[in-house]
């Protein structure tokens, strides 16, 4: 297995690992709701992909939320073509742990989904999440229109105005339209589900976060 000499820094495409041509092979049946995890969803809903550390986590903030529909987790914002686990935890994929997350806009609105992400963890801390340390863990949004977009870049200024009046860093968090994701094994979807005393890294600021 290779393993970047610092995997705070985002290889580049060159640099990474090749990948493969296989997509994983998962269920596609979300552990607890039922509902498929992959396309194509309900007419009229919506997807984000966000970073916030370790995926175990971080997906069961969402599934709960009314108006979301579907949850998975997975690797985008690299290079390497359908990653493994493993492979990302190298560093040389260049992808960060992700949640993808299908809702309904008539029900929850982007903002509340971002605002439970920034409350959930710590998005001025770079190549890490507490003790997870990698560029697997950098805090990230994946979005899927300009639309989105905006409103992303609103709720980062307005989350940015209250860290400093709490006298926290800058905001951290990489934008970028979504290219692609790639699902994750099986075994780590819903994992907090199936695995009740598993690891959960979620940690946040402490500071409420204003938009929504």
Same mark, same amino acid.
């Given at each position: 297995?290779?393993?970047?000499? *610092? +995997?705070?820094?985002?290889?580049?495409?060159? *640099?990474?690992?090749?990948?493969?041509?296989? %997509?994983? +092979?998962?269920?596609?049946?979300?552990?607890? $709701?039922?509902?498929?995890?992959? %396309?194509?969803?309900?007419?009229?809903?919506?997807?984000?992909?966000?970073?916030?550390?370790?995926?175990?986590?971080?997906?069961?903030?969402?599934?709960?939320?009314?108006?979301?529909? %579907? =949850?998975?987790?997975?690797?985008?914002?690299?290079?390497?073509? $359908?990653? /493994? !686990?493993?492979?990302?935890? =190298?560093?040389?994929?260049?992808? /960060? #742990?992700?949640?993808?997350?299908?809702?309904?806009?008539? &029900?929850?609105?982007?903002? @509340?989904?971002?605002?439970?992400?920034?409350?959930?963890? *710590?998005?001025?801390?770079?190549?890490?999440?507490? $003790? *997870?340390?990698?560029?697997?863990?950098?805090?990230?949004?994946?979005?899927?229109?300009? %639309?989105?977009? @905006?409103?992303?870049? +609103?709720?980062?200024?307005?989350?940015?105005?209250?860290?400093?009046?709490?006298?926290?860093?800058?905001?951290? =968090?990489? &934008?970028?339209?979504? /290219?692609?994701?790639? !699902?994750?094994? #099986?075994?780590?979807?819903?994992?907090?589900?199936?695995?009740?005393?598993?690891?959960?890294?979620? +940690?946040?600021?402490?500071?409420?976060?204003?938009?929504?």
């Amino acid at each position: 297995m290779w393993i970047t000499e *610092d +995997k705070q820094t985002i290889p580049t495409a060159q *640099d990474s690992l090749p990948g493969r041509s296989e %997509a994983v +092979k998962i269920s596609g049946i979300h552990h607890v $709701n039922g509902r498929s995890i992959v %396309a194509p969803f309900p007419a009229g809903c919506e997807e984000i992909v966000l970073g916030l550390g370790c995926f175990w986590g971080a997906e069961r903030l969402f599934w709960p939320l009314p108006g979301v529909m %579907a =949850t998975a987790v997975g690797y985008a914002g690299g290079h390497t073509p $359908n990653p /493994t !686990y493993e492979e990302t935890c =190298t560093g040389k994929t260049g992808h /960060t #742990e992700v949640v993808r997350v299908i809702f309904d806009p008539t &029900v929850i609105g982007l903002p @509340e989904i971002l605002r439970a992400s920034f409350e959930a963890h *710590d998005p001025t801390q770079g190549m890490r999440q507490g $003790n *997870d340390i990698g560029n697997q863990y950098r805090s990230a949004i994946f979005h899927v229109d300009e %639309a989105q977009c @905006e409103i992303i870049e +609103k709720g980062l200024a307005d989350y940015q105005q209250a860290l400093d009046q709490s006298g926290l860093g800058r905001i951290t =968090t990489e &934008v970028a339209p979504l /290219t692609e994701f790639y !699902y994750a094994e #099986e075994y780590h979807q819903q994992y907090l589900a199936k695995n009740p005393g598993g690891y959960c890294g979620l +940690k946040g600021t402490g500071i409420s976060c204003p938009i929504g």
